[in-house]
Nanobody
Framework: QVQLVESGGGLVQPGGSLRLSCAASGFKTVEYILRWARQVPGKAREWVATTDSDSSYADFVKGRFIIFRDDRKNMMYLYMNNLTPDDTAVYYC?????????WGQGTRVTVSS
């Protein structure tokens, strides 16, 4: 059973940093593309970053966020730096397994002074 569990969210001041974690189970992360997305209430979920053999980022996080995977631990991370209030959202980790998209329950990030 594929399961993804995010953690690490919280309240941070503008300019601060957070590290989000994603614990995967039910599949071997080394064999799959992993991604982060985020969602603000009332808006569609938006893609943030993907890690495969390489990494790719949405323009609004380039240079500030780093996606990292540790396949030995079946984990993925999102290092978020220089956070702004616009980064406030629920962050989700996801994968596509057997042609089906799976997402975790999300972890809330609030950037506020």
């Amino acid at each position: 059973q594929v399961q993804l569990v995010e953690s690490g969210g919280g309240l941070v001041q503008p300019g601060g940093s957070l590290r989000l974690s994603c614990a995967a189970s039910g599949f071997k992360t080394v064999e799959y593309i992993l991604r982060w997305a985020r969602q603000v209430p009332g808006k569609a979920r938006e893609w943030v970053a993907t890690t495969d053999s390489d990494s790719s980022y949405a323009d609004f996080v380039k240079g500030r966020f780093i996606i990292f995977r540790d396949d030995r631990k079946n984990m993925m991370y999102l290092y978020m730096n220089n956070l702004t209030p616009d980064d406030t959202a629920v962050y989700y980790c996801g994968t596509t397994y057997n042609h089906e998209d799976f997402w975790g329950q999300g972890t809330r990030v609030t950037v506020s002074s």
